[in-house]
């Protein structure tokens, strides 16, 4: 531990800018040549305690920080004490404000408050649509456009490849009452991205009519219309 700084008087020199140090405890050696001293930097980091030339600059000081991956200041100090970097300079590096990279990268993202999802309990109760297209490349066919739909339950996924929009229409009202013949589950609701195909007379009687339709034992329910943003129909 250095405890005191001053000048040191030998006989008739005086040796300016010395370091008092408790018990005698040696920190550097170096050999005097033409009334120079010289210290090997190479020798100054050990295993054991020792007193750093200097402090580094602030530039210095974070330029190695970036150098390092933004690491901190102790343990850039601790890998100068135990000279495990090659070419990192033997100097204190202190921390003279906040790093700005570090603030971002820290910072917690924050919570938003959790919404009501609506999820389904059972197959065919939502179906998710969509038809996308013309394709670049057609079919053998001479197909160009795709019918994607997905059950929200099982996210099983169904495909079909029409030559026009205007084919939709007859396709998905084919498609539903087949599948809830197969399956004998009801589509209770249909949810599109509000497309043109999605949105005529012939669709919309349809989801009226048919999808939902009430078995025996089920619950009276309402049409409550529909969506500007999206096609849904609830029964």
Known sequence: V????????????TIKKVYYVK???????????????????????SNSST??????????????HQRLSHLNFTTINNLVKNNLVQGLPKMKFEKDHLCSACEQGKI???????????????????????????MRIQTINGKRYVLV???????????FFLHSKDEASEVIISFIKKTQVN?????QRVRTDNGTEFKNKTLAKFFDED??????KGDIGVFFGYSKEFAAFRI
């Open 108 to 134: 917690h993202r924050k919570h938003h408050k959790s919404k009501m999802a609506f999820t389904s309990n059972k197959p065919l109760y939502l179906l998710h649509m969509d038809l996308c297209g013309p």
């Open 2 to 13: 250095i405890a005191g700084y001053g000048d040191m008087v030998i006989g008739s020199m």
């Open 51 to 64: 007193c750093l030339l200097e402090n580094a600059s602030s530039s210095q000081s974070w330029l190695w």
């Open 23 to 45: 018990d005698g405890v040696d920190l550097l050696t170096g050999d005097r040549l033409s009334n120079l001293y010289t210290i090997a930097l190479n020798e100054v980091a």
């Open 211 to 216: 999808v939902g339709e009430l078995k025996a």
């Open 149 to 159: 739909v997905v059950d929200d339950y099982s996210w099983y996924t169904w495909v």
């Open 183 to 187: 399956l004998q589950l009801q589509v």
